[in-house]
């Protein structure tokens, strides 16, 4: 099974799939994390041309391409490739940032790239998408902070760059999915303690996986 975890900047997607990654494999089960965009060697060249501030001003659709480059790259040599061998993958980002960010954030729409994904990859939902939810300002508090301390390069800040407008469509453009597939989608309040987050990321995993889950002391 897919699952994907997605957020806006400082949302505390990496570290959470760290965690869900040695939640599920502790419950015996293959599991292997990876992320978007920069997971192949052709998608660390396009990550790096994404992330850069010095980028600025990329044309919205080929900054769709760019994406849905690193994304079919990603897909044919490490997903699918993962399913097949029958391991969970848990992925930081996928489609549905594309939809967040340059769907509605940038208004290319969903439609162009619901279609795009269509023709390239076929049927591309995960089955399963945890959205950590925080609030912008908490966010990007949060992604400077870890930029500031140099967890992060301030080579990868394009999108920190943007206004707190931009990343408020970003937000809503997530919750508006969410709303819109509650089968596939979990909301979980990021803004608590990260093991607070990752109990209730467990859980829900743990009801899809249909594999024990340490709170409930059941299946989920
Ligand atoms: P991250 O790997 O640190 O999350 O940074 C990836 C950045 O790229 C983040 O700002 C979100 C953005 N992004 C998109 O705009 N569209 C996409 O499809 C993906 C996967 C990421």
């Given at each position: 099974m897919l699952i994907t975890l997605e957020g806006i900047e400082g949302a505390g997607k990496s570290s959470q799939v760290q965690a869900a990654v040695a939640f599920v494999r502790a419950a015996g089960r293959a599991c292997v994390a990876t992320r978007e965009p920069g997971a192949t060697d052709l998608g660390r060249r396009i990550r790096r041309i994404l992330l850069d501030p010095a980028c600025a001003g990329i044309d919205p659709g080929a900054e769709l391409l760019l994406y849905l480059a690193d994304r079919v790259e990603h897909v044919q040599r490490v997903i699918r490739p993962a399913l097949a061998?029958?391991?969970?993958?848990?992925?930081?980002?996928?489609?549905d940032a594309t939809l967040a960010y340059q769907g509605a954030a940038r208004g290319l729409g969903a439609e162009l790239i619901e279609r795009l994904h269509a023709i390239v990859l076929g049927d591309w939902r995960p089955g399963l998408t945890l959205l950590i939810d925080i609030p912008v300002e908490v966010g990007l508090a949060r992604a400077w902070g870890a930029v500031d301390r140099g967890e992060r390069s301030g080579a990868e800040t394009r999108f920190e760059n943007e206004d707190k407008d931009f990343h408020e469509r970003v937000r809503r453009g997530y919750l508006d999915l969410a709303a819109r597939e509650p089968a596939r989608y979990c909301v979980i309040d990021g803004n608590r303690p990260p093991g607070e987050v990752a109990r209730d990321i467990q859980a829900a995993i743990a009801g899809r996986l249909h594999i024990p889950c340490p709170d409930r002391g059941g299946n989920g």
């Open positions: 061998r029958g391991q969970v993958v848990i992925c930081d980002r996928y489609v």
